[in-house]
């Protein structure tokens, strides 16, 4: 992509908010200092409307054409939000909070609609209005079902909505997308198992809950692999085994908690039907008992066929369709951009941030090569998508 001087020079600006987003990062839907940075920039821009606190502490900006508000309008969404790591990326704009740091990459991303809406406050060249998002708590807190529920998408007359996130291992200037599901749900498990506990020496005298909560952990493997149709995608796995206090003592109780992803709404009744009968026949098969407590977390993003088409093509004008796979496989990880697709159609796509570290890495840093494809790719979604009427 050929940048010109403006371009280039907004690109050096992006670039310093984006660091000095990195620096201050915030959890969760404690990101004031985020957001009122945010505001202060749309304000400054001159979007024909400012609004905080949608979804708590969300921020949206409208932004009318030259036609004003006659027109329909669409949603460009980006994340605020950062994760409870130590940063060990050395970079000199490393997070000055401890314990804190922006591995997701939603700095950036919150830096390069900045800069679109900057651009598109500038030039208008679109009929209809857009609405700039900017999410707090993608990560774990459901930000995006809260900038739903709050009414986003009625107040600002949203009719389609994108997301965009960076992606380690896709080459910077490359896009990827597919239409269908493209992330996956993330439902949480606890499972407590109850025995009896005694001595270890004599283990004819209990209920050993231990010996039950390893049965489960390798029966919920078959759920995968003897219950699910081998072309779904389904994954089952138990993060966190807590239980017993000595050597000599077989513990009462057992905990075992993880996560279940899936890709369809089929799968993802199987995986909890599932989940609950091996947990409970397989404690009852060893006299123990078992407490399930399940939650259904972020959906599946599924994109919009129609949506993914516009998508895609505004990618293929910045970058070449050579550069664009239009077929990318699903990823497992979840997004609560979910909950907005549930909402209104519209589209998830991935941008290239490069051979990096990975997401929720302590040494991971969203690569400034790719503000300007980001920046690029807003602006030119935003004339397709208000073109294509």
């Known amino acids: 992509m050929s940048l010109t001087p403006e371009v280039e020079d907004l690109t050096h600006t992006v670039t310093q908010w984006r660091r000095h987003l990195h620096q201050h990062p915030e959890i969760l839907y404690d990101v004031h200092q985020t957001a009122e940075f945010v505001a202060t920039r749309l304000r400054e821009f001159g979007c024909d409307e400012v609004v905080t606190g949608i979804g708590r502490t969300g921020v949206v900006g409208l932004i009318h054409g030259r036609a004003g508000s006659n027109g329909p309008t669409v949603g460009l969404r980006a994340d605020m939000d950062a994760l409870p790591i130590t940063e060990s990326s050395g970079a000199a704009w490393t997070s000055k909070i401890p314990g804190r740091m922006h591995a997701c990459g939603h700095d950036g991303h919150t830096a390069m609609l900045l800069g679109a809406a900057s651009q ?222 549930e909402a209104r159609p519209g589209a998830f796509i991935f941008i290239g941030n490069g051979d990096t570290a990975g997401l929720h890495h302590p040494a991971y840093d969203f690569n400034d090569d790719v503000i300007p494809w980001g920046i690029s790719y807003w602006v030119k979604l935003a004339a397709q998508a208000l073109a294509a009427r």
């Open 120 to 341: 598109l406050a500038r030039q208008r060249d679109f009929n209809g209005s857009v609405a700039v998002i900017f999410q707090p708590a993608e990560e774990g807190g459901g930000g995006g079902d809260a900038m739903v529920r709050d009414g986003l998408m009625q107040r600002f007359g949203i009719e389609r909505v994108f997301g965009m996130h960076n992606l380690p291992g896709l080459p910077v200037g490359h896009f990827a997308i597919r239409p269908g599901a493209i992330t996956a749900s993330t439902d949480e498990f606890r499972i407590v198992v109850t025995g009896r506990g005694g001595h270890a020496a004599m283990p004819h005298l209990i209920r050993d809950p231990i010996v039950a909560a390893a049965a489960i952990v390798t029966s919920l493997q078959t759920l995968a692999a003897r219950q699910a149709d081998p072309l779904d995608s389904l994954v089952v796995s138990v993060t966190q085994i807590n239980g017993g206090f000595a050597h000599n003592v077989i513990p009462e109780t057992v905990e075992l908690s993880g996560t279940v992803r899936s890709l369809t709404p089929a799968m993802r009744d199987l995986g909890e039907q599932g989940l609950r009968d091996i947990a409970s026949g397989i404690a009852a098969a060893h006299g123990t008992t078992a407490e399930i407590h399940y939650q259904r977390n972020y959906p599946v993003s599924i994109n919009h066929a129609a949506e993914t088409e516009i998508a895609g093509d505004s990618a293929a004008a910045i970058a070449g369709e050579e550069h664009l796979d239009r077929a990318v496989r699903p990823m497992m990880g979840g997004e609560d951009f979910s909950y907005m697709l």
